[in-house]
């Protein structure tokens, strides 16, 4: 994490936290589909992240990131409890390490509740 960022936590401006148990399987579900080596349990347990955007329901992880460049690595779908569309994005720096979740309800609403995500399991190969 940079200096500045840690000292701004320090100070009680940003809320640092671990993972909710929803956040931790949209963040695998995510790292999974763009295909970026999985994380193992010992990182993501230790993992903090900060409660970003409209609604707080997006995340950045906390930690020193290229935040200079990003790339959409993957994204998912989803409908909230009152059936409106809900955009998921993860972003990653330029070498390919996750820093970012960005969750967009597209009416701006806050989001109400995010859902537990499977396993991703990649669609099969057309041939």
Do not use: C
Not at 2 to 18: I, N
Not at 56 to 75: G, K, M
């Amino acid at each position: 994490m940079d200096q500045l960022m840690l000292a701004e936590s320090r100070r009680g401006k940003l809320p640092m936290r671990v993972l909710s148990p929803e956040e931790r399987s949209l963040l695998l579900y995510l790292i999974a589909k763009a295909s970026l080596p999985s994380p193992d349990a010992e990182w993501l347990d230790q993992l903090k992240i900060e409660a970003i955007g409209p609604g707080r329901s997006s995340f950045r992880i906390l930690r020193d990131a290229e935040r200079d460049y990003d790339q959409l690595a993957s994204d998912l779908d989803f409908l909230d409890e009152d059936n409106v569309h809900v955009l998921a994005s993860l972003f990653v720096d330029r070498h390919q390490i996750p820093y970012e979740v960005e969750i967009w309800k597209v009416d701006d609403t806050p989001l109400i509740r995010l859902p537990m995500f499977p396993v991703y399991k990649a669609p099969p190969s057309r041939s």
